[in-house]
């Protein structure tokens, strides 16, 4: 399994921006798809996006509704990292951010938890109104 490291996480005011990053060590993601997930004090984590590795077939972005047009994940192989573009940020979106890989490239069963195999011990973002 590979070792994540979450970065960039941080205080940012109410329609700010961030970008995290979450490092890959210990294998490459470049067979993987990749998610992100936050989990906010008091609540459950839940699914804000994942991207697929297809190959040949290129990548597939996935999103929770509530960040489309806001939110962009990509990655890159070579650095054998991915990235969360984060803008318009709400407070409500203040949450440990964390970023797992899958071997699966279903969209439907990224949005879940179970089917992810590895985790980082997230970022925090703090969103101030």
């Known amino acids: 399994q590979v070792q994540l490291v979450e970065s960039g996480g941080g205080l940012v005011q109410s329609g700010g921006s961030l970008r995290l990053s979450c490092a890959a060590s210990?294998?490459?993601?470049?067979?993987?798809?990749m998610g992100w997930f936050r989990q906010a004090p008091g609540k459950e984590r839940e699914f804000v996006a994942a991207?697929?590795?297809?190959?040949?077939?290129?990548?597939?972005?996935y999103y929770t509704d509530s960040v489309k047009g806001r939110f962009t994940i990509s990655r890159d192989n070579a650095k054998n990292t991915v990235y969360l573009q984060m803008s318009s940020l709400k407070p409500e979106e203040t949450a440990v951010y964390s970023c797992p890989a899958s071997k699966t490239d279903s969209g439907f069963f990224l949005r879940r938890q179970s089917r992810y195999d590895s985790w980082g011990q997230g970022t925090q973002v703090t969103v101030s109104s």
């Open positions: 991207i697929t590795w297809r190959g040949w077939r290129g990548d597939s972005a």
């Open positions: 210990g294998g490459g993601i470049n067979t993987l798809s």
